[in-house]
């Protein structure tokens, strides 16, 4: 719920911010001072949402262990949409519309967003994956769950492990590449044998 909660929030901030934005634009009823209050203001609302869905999203049972999974590919992607946003908020400022140029904030908030919210998922160690009861939890910028009744195939791989469904969904993880490497690989066998899911591991 509280993850629901904070995704719905950090939208409807984002969409207000892009609404104002267009107002701003095409009508006269917001001011070039106003905008930047709007702007500071909204904006920093959207980085403390962000911030806070990526600690919702984290949550797990007290009792739970977390591994830290904080992989190359995660910060990759992330990289990818930082520069994204940076070089369509640098088109938008040079477009040579005075009015448009308004626009790129919105493109730089979200880059420095992603900036201020990757730093504190590696800080907080808000990535990870955990085996909750029955329950298998992956969480980076989203949460990615199987229980063990739904699995079909458990596989390693070359450093990957697949985690294949019965509905042909697969959640994959680069252990090879986790610093708890041992303690997982333990941790997950423990699980394993504790859901009954021995005779559905294939082996490497």
């Known amino acids: 719920m509280k993850s629901l909660f904070a995704i719905l929030l950090k939208n409807i901030i984002l969409l207000t911010l892009i609404t104002i934005s267009l107002v701003f634009m095409f009508t006269q009823h917001i001011g070039f001072k106003e905008i930047w209050y709007l702007f500071y203001g909204l904006g920093t609302l959207y980085v403390l949402s962000s911030c806070y869905e990526a600690y919702a999203l984290s949550q797990v049972k007290k009792e739970t262990k977390k591994f830290i999974y ?24 040079y477009s040579g519309r005075s009015i448009i140029k308004y626009m790129a904030f919105v493109c730089f908030l979200i880059a420095f967003t992603e900036i201020v919210v990757t730093t504190w998922r590696y800080m907080k160690h808000l990535c990870f994956v955990a085996l909750e009861d029955d329950q298998l939890v992956l969480s980076t910028n989203k949460i990615d769950m199987t229980s063990a009744k739904e699995i079909q195939k458990i596989e390693a791989r070359h450093g990957l492990m697949y985690f ?4 042909k969904k697969t959640i994959t993880l680069r252990t090879d590449m986790m610093s708890e490497n041992a303690e997982f690989k333990l941790a997950l066998d423990n699980w394993i044998d504790s859901n009954g899911l021995r005779d559905k591991v294939v082996a490497e």
């Open 70 to 93: 904080f992989t190359d590919g995660f910060l990759a992607k992330r990289i990818i949409k930082i520069i994204s946003f940076i070089c369509i908020g640098v088109l938008l400022f």
């Open 164 to 167: 294949v469904n019965y509905n």
